[in-house]
């Protein structure tokens, strides 16, 4: 009877243990289901008893480590986690800055304060020889503006290529000059008998210059190289009074510069320095000295290589 009664609360205590086990909730994570790797389908999350699941983002994002929030307390739900707002507005991208000041300009060459220092001529290797348009370049020259030494000068004051003593006068005055400059010519164009003709007028230089030749033989010396300047012309006023003189002096030019190339000389054409009324005197002939000073001298100087 009383093992009976035992097998009764054995059968009653094992019939107890079971309905607590089965009333009892599992608190265990559910097991994750093993998945295929060929399977491409969404996999299904489950969340809670009342959602279903949810399909996982294509891509997970990671939370930084202070947006984590800490599990609400036993019965508390969880907030959901607000976006963090920027604290600040995006960073404007910076313009470029703007130059304080102008770019520099080219430095310009500075001026010399004080005027280079000016060559020095040599004329004792040359003869200048003609009319009263050299004569002036002497001490006794009319005006006398003693630009070049009295013996280095032998012309005369209204000469004339065609006068028949220069030979003598050369003979006597002139031997032994390396080079010769004869300006000849507007004394000629105004009074010569037969200055329509351009042909005789050469002739007479060409006498000129074997007087000049002559000199140096008789100084055994070589004979002298030769520069011819070209004729300049006057003023209106002076034009008129002789009417047919401009037309002469390109004539005259003209068979100078033919009968110095076909004798090797030097025919120098100075016809661009005449500017007008600015180079003359009130004779409407003569130049200034501010003419032969800046701008005859220096031209001849560096043709004759005078310059030292």
Request: hydrophobic letters at 35%; aromatic letters at 10%; proline letters at 12%.
């Amino acid at each position: 009877m009383k093992f009976y009664k035992y097998i009764l609360a054995l059968g009653a205590a094992a019939i107890v243990l079971l309905l607590a086990l089965l009333l009892i909730p599992d608190t265990r994570s559910p097991e994750k289901p093993s998945r295929d790797p060929a399977d491409t389908s969404p996999v299904i999350l489950p969340t809670g008893p009342d959602d279903p699941g949810r399909t996982p983002d294509t891509e997970a994002t990671a939370v930084p480590p202070e947006s984590v929030t800490e599990p609400a307390g036993p019965g508390q739900p969880t907030q959901p986690t607000q976006p963090t707002q920027p604290t600040s507005r995006p960073t404007q991208p910076t313009q470029p800055t703007q130059p304080t000041s102008r770019p520099t300009q080219p430095t310009q060459p500075t001026q010399p304060t004080q005027p280079p220092a000016q060559r020095t001529a040599d004329y004792s290797s040359v003869m200048f020889i003609g009319d009263s348009r050299f004569f002036t370049l002497r001490s006794d020259g009319r005006p006398p503006y003693a630009l070049v030494p009295d013996s280095q000068v032998f012309a005369q004051y209204g000469g004339r290529a065609a006068d028949p003593d220069w030979v003598s006068l050369w003979n006597a005055g002139i031997s032994g000059c390396p080079k010769a400059v004869l300006w000849f010519g507007i004394n000629d164009v105004q009074v010569n008998e037969e200055r329509d003709d351009a042909d005789i007028f050469v002739r007479y230089y060409n006498d000129i210059v074997t007087a000049l030749w002559q000199a140096n033989a008789y100084a055994e010396v070589a004979p002298a190289e030769i520069y011819i300047l070209s004729i300049l012309s006057t003023s209106p006023e002076e034009r008129d009074y002789y009417p047919g003189q401009e037309a002469n002096i390109r004539k005259y030019n003209s068979a100078l510069a033919a009968y110095c190339a076909e004798n090797g000389f030097h025919y120098l054409d100075v016809t661009s320095f005449y500017t007008g009324d600015d180079i003359l005197l009130d004779d409407h002939i003569h130049f200034t000295k501010a003419f032969y000073t800046d701008r005859l001298l220096p031209y001849l100087c560096e043709q004759l290589g005078l310059y030292r």
